[in-house]
């Protein structure tokens, strides 16, 4: 009798051990980890990051910072990070947190009315997305890229047409030049050219004009 009510205790310590670290890994896995008070908050993870970035970003935003490391190491996205703007919902989970960062890159709005000069318009683009100023002044002056639209860089603030896009933050240089260069055909359509063509005025001429008018506009 003595020793089955020890092996029914041992049975019975088992289970609640066991019931324990179901318990502890579930809330780990899928309880509520944000401490912020606000409906959303925002990751930005740069190209080539390392995961202690991500990790400095969403300290001051989570309730248990050790808990997330444990989930994003078990789903392997300490070593497979993905650069991009990130929506972070308060009541997320470790889990949810991580497949948003996976696989949920959130665009953003990217606006520019018309420049003076180049370096002018690197600058607003480069406090929107992740490239800088730096590299896109060097895209948008690349002469290779220049020579094979048939522009120089005298034209070349023409290509980048002021209005409102969407892009991905860690959009590069390069992929916001190629991007411009499709909007640009798109809005420079027939209908657009005859009209330039009746006024006697190519497509550089009615954007400098364009310019000029917006320029006085704002003065008014």
Do not use: C
């Not at 020890?6 to 609640?16: A, E, N, T």
């Not at 401490?35 to 959303?40: A, L």
């Not at 890229?145 to 522009?151: A, E, G, V």
């Amino acid at each position: 009798m003595y020793l089955r009510k020890i092996i029914v205790i041992i049975l019975l310590l088992g289970v609640v051990l066991g019931l324990f670290f179901v318990y502890k890994v579930y809330t780990a896995v899928f309880a509520p980890n944000t401490g912020f008070n606000n409906k959303e908050a925002y990751v930005y993870v740069p190209t080539g990051a390392h995961f202690s970035e991500v990790k400095e970003q969403l300290e001051p935003l989570l309730k248990n910072i050790g808990t997330f490391e444990q989930v994003a190491e078990k789903k392997g996205y300490t070593t497979h990070l993905k650069p991009g703007k990130y929506v972070i919902k308060k009541g997320m989970s470790n889990n949810d947190i991580v497949n948003t960062l996976r696989s949920k890159n959130t665009p953003v709005k990217v606006s520019f009315n018309n420049q003076e000069t180049l370096e002018k318009l690197a600058g607003r683009i480069a406090m929107q997305v992740e490239a800088d100023s730096t590299s896109l002044v060097k895209a948008f002056k690349d002469s290779v890229f220049l020579d094979s639209i048939q522009l120089t860089e005298a034209e070349a603030l023409s290509l980048y047409i002021p209005n409102s896009y969407e892009f991905f933050w860690n959009t590069s240089a390069e992929e916001f030049r190629q991007r411009m260069l499709k909007e640009y055909h798109r809005f420079w359509n027939e209908e657009r050219l005859a009209r330039a063509r009746s006024q006697n005025l190519d497509r550089e001429q009615v954007i400098t004009l364009a310019s000029i008018v917006q320029k006085e506009t704002a003065r008014a």
